[in-house]
């Protein structure tokens, strides 16, 4: 939601800055298709860090059982 946010603001920073000859209509359809392009990139982003936190305790747990098997034989 914070990446889709960020992309609708910025957008919008540019469209009331620029100068565009461009109708109503085509600047909300292109304000709506970057703030969903900035949705799918906020959940891509978001299932990544939780794949890489996933993978690092699985890691983490993984040397645990192998400390403890070490130290019962």
Known sequence: ??????????????????SSPDGLVHRLLAGLGIALAGAVAGKLAGLLWAHARLARLLRLQAQARAGADEARG
């Open 1 to 18: 939601m914070v990446v889709m946010l960020l992309c609708l603001a910025g957008y919008l920073t540019y469209d009331l800055r620029a």
